[in-house]
C-alpha cells in the first residue's frame, strides 16, 4: 500500500512554481506525435467514484474540511490507457475547473477565501515494495491547474536516495488533450517511452490517486482521495 505519509508532508502547489521552471529550462518539451483523431477507444481500465471523500486529518488543511465539498476537484472518474509509447489518462470531474481564481463565501464555520490551483495526482507502487521509491511511490504523474494562469501535466520518477516525490531523478513532460479548465473532465496523455523499469507493461501495479485544491488561506482548502487499487498495465 502506498504511504500517505508523503500526502501530508508536502504541498503541491509550493513547489508549482519552481516546477514550471523546471520543465521548462532544464526540461525542453520535445516534439508531439499526433494525437489519435479518436482516443476513447484507447482507454481500457476505469474507475468510478461518485462520493466526496475527505480526509480531515491533512496538514494545511481547516478543521472544518469535512463540511466542504468543492466540485472542481472531485472525480467521479479516471479512465486509463495505453497505445504505442503513450499513457492516456482522462479524469472526469464533478464540477467544472475554473477558469479563474473561485470566490468562495463565508458560511457557517467556512470562512471567505479564493481558491486559486488544484490538482489531481497519481502515483504508482511499481516493485511491490515500500521501502523503495519516496515512501514507495515509484513514479508519480500530476495534472495541475493555476486558475487563469496555466495548465502543468507531467510525471516524475526515480527518487533513489529521497523520500520526497519533487526530488526527482527523471521527469517527463506531458501533454495535455482537451478539456481542463472551464470543463469538467480533462484529457492528458505521458511519453513512457524513457520510463524503463518505471512504467513495467504487461506488470500489475498498485496506484493511489487524490485530488486536492488550495486557496489563499489554506494549501489543502479541500483534499479528496480514491483508495488504492490494483492495475495490469496493458502491454
Excluded: C
Excluded at 496538514?59 to 468543492?70: Q, V
Excluded at 486509463?80 to 463565501?105: C, H, K
Excluded at 504523474?141 to 519533487?166: K, L, M, P, W
Excluded at 496506484?207 to 495490469?232: G, K, R
Amino acid at each position: 500500500m502506498l504511504s500517505r505519509r508523503l500526502i501530508i508532508a508536502v504541498s503541491f502547489f509550493t513547489v508549482m512554481a519552481l516546477s514550471f521552471v523546471t520543465v521548462y529550462i532544464l526540461y525542453p518539451k520535445p516534439e508531439a506525435d499526433p494525437w489519435p483523431q479518436d482516443y476513447t477507444s484507447i482507454f481500457s481500465y476505469a474507475i468510478d467514484d461518485e462520493g466526496s471523500d475527505f480526509d480531515e486529518d491533512i496538514s494545511g488543511a481547516p478543521s472544518y474540511i469535512d463540511e466542504i465539498n468543492y466540485p472542481a476537484i472531485n472525480v467521479t472518474k479516471v479512465s486509463l490507457g495505453v497505445e504505442d509509447n503513450y499513457l492516456y489518462m482522462r479524469l472526469n470531474y464533478a464540477g467544472e475547473v475554473p477558469s479563474l481564481p473561485f470566490q468562495i463565501t463565508a458560511s457557517g464555520n467556512i470562512e471567505a477565501q479564493i481558491v486559486e490551483a488544484q490538482g489531481t495526482n497519481i502515483a504508482l507502487e511499481v516493485d511491490n515494495n515500500p521501502d523503495t521509491g519516496a515512501l514507495g511511490v515509484d513514479i508519480f504523474f500530476a495534472v495541475n491547474f493555476d486558475y487563469g494562469e496555466r495548465t502543468q501535466v507531467y510525471a516524475n520518477y526515480d527518487f533513489s536516495g529521497t523520500d520526497d516525490i519533487h526530488e526527482n531523478n527523471q521527469h517527463i513532460e506531458g501533454e495535455l488533450g482537451e478539456g481542463g479548465m472551464g470543463y469538467d473532465y480533462v484529457v492528458v496523455r505521458y511519453d513512457t517511452s524513457r520510463m524503463g523499469q518505471f512504467f513495467p507493461r504487461g506488470s500489475m501495479v498498485m496506484m493511489e490517486f487524490w485530488s486536492e485544491a488550495e486557496s489563499d488561506l489554506y494549501h489543502h482548502f479541500d483534499f479528496e482521495e480514491i483508495n488504492a487499487v490494483q492495475w495490469t498495465i496493458p502491454q
